[in-house]
């Protein structure tokens, strides 16, 4: 099956999934699970094959731009879909598997960069990407639930119950579950930062210099958000914000610098 068949049927798998929860997000019994999940299994599985296809090369790892974004949106996806199992998470899961659609619709319409890398030469490198990759998803997702946690609080305070229903989590919840995921996506994020200082011989070189700073910048603000939380027992409004510039801070590190390397300066 062609690469770009899967791609499509991914990204019908993601648009079902979608519209699964849209159309019931608000409704007493909430979304039709079965059909919702169905959807994003089929799409995350399709997803996956299409990554494998992409990344994987005869001549080596093909790590370019669209590449990395699809594989950091299939992380997201997936470990949404599994905490939603457990936990309820009914308005992020529009979200995550929306802008999942939107990254098939960009594997197919836009066009494929090459950038090689051969990571059986290099072992600490592999750390270093695995670790940032998972560190970042799991901050992207605490930001999430920062947005979740905001809806659920403003409503609270507005007494607005009507918009309330059970497949929203409890307030503390969010908020508990939020923090899990900074702290461990900050702990990794370290010890990525900390893999790439000791064992990547150009972490210093100027190419690396922009994605070095915003990252460490990113991991200064969430682990001040962490001290903070821990300490003075930040959360709310102040928290959010930090989550925020972190996340920010990260994405600008690592695909700003590709975007415009790869996209700006080829189309000059």
């Known amino acids: 099956m062609s690469t770009a068949l899967l791609t499509a049927l991914a990204l019908i798998a993601y648009l079902v999934a979608t519209g699964s929860v849209l159309l019931r997000i608000f409704h007493?019994?909430?979304?039709?699970?079965?059909?919702?999940?169905?959807?994003?299994v089929a799409g995350l599985v399709l997803h996956m094959l299409v990554l494998a296809g992409m990344l994987f090369t005869?001549?080596?790892?093909?790590?370019?731009?669209?590449?990395?974004?699809s594989l950091v949106c299939w992380l997201i996806t997936m470990a949404v879909t599994l905490t939603a199992l457990r936990t309820p998470t009914i308005l992020l899961l529009p979200v995550v598997y929306?802008?999942?659609?939107?990254?098939?619709?960009?594997?197919?319409?836009?066009p494929h960069s090459i950038q090689l890398q051969h990571f059986e030469q290099n072992i600490?490198?592999?750390?270093?990407?695995?670790?940032?990759?998972?560190?970042?998803?799991?901050?992207?997702?605490?930001?999430l639930y920062s947005f979740q946690v905001s809806y659920i609080n403003n409503k609270l305070k507005q007494k607005d119950f009507a918009a309330m229903t059970r497949h929203m989590p409890p307030l503390v919840q969010a908020e508990v579950l939020q923090f899990r995921l900074l702290l461990a996506g900050t702990v990794l994020l370290g010890l990525a930062l900390l893999v790439a200082a000791l064992f990547m011989d150009n972490w210093l070189?100027?190419?690396?210099?922009?994605?070095?700073?915003?990252?460490l910048l990113g991991f200064i603000v969430f682990s001040v958000l962490c001290w903070g939380h821990a300490r003075k027992?930040?959360?709310?409004?102040?928290?959010?914000?930090?989550?925020?510039?972190?996340?920010?801070?990260?994405?600008?590190?690592?695909?700003?610098?590709?975007?415009?390397?790869?996209?700006?300066l080829n189309t000059l």
Do not use: C
């Open 28 to 40: 007493p019994q909430g979304p039709h699970f079965k059909t919702t999940f169905s959807a994003a």
């Open 58 to 69: 005869d001549q080596g790892q093909n790590f370019s731009l669209l590449n990395v974004s």
């Open 98 to 110: 929306g802008f999942a659609a939107l990254v098939q619709l960009a594997v197919l319409t836009l």
């Open 124 to 143: 600490g490198l592999l750390v270093h990407i695995l670790l940032a990759f998972i560190a970042y998803a799991i901050l992207i997702m605490a930001m």
């Open 205 to 215: 070189a100027r190419e690396n210099l922009h994605k070095n700073v915003f990252s």
């Open 233 to 264: 027992g930040w959360r709310g409004k102040t928290a959010n914000i930090l989550t925020i510039s972190g996340a920010t801070l990260l994405t600008l590190g690592y695909f700003g610098s590709r975007f415009v390397r790869e996209v700006l």
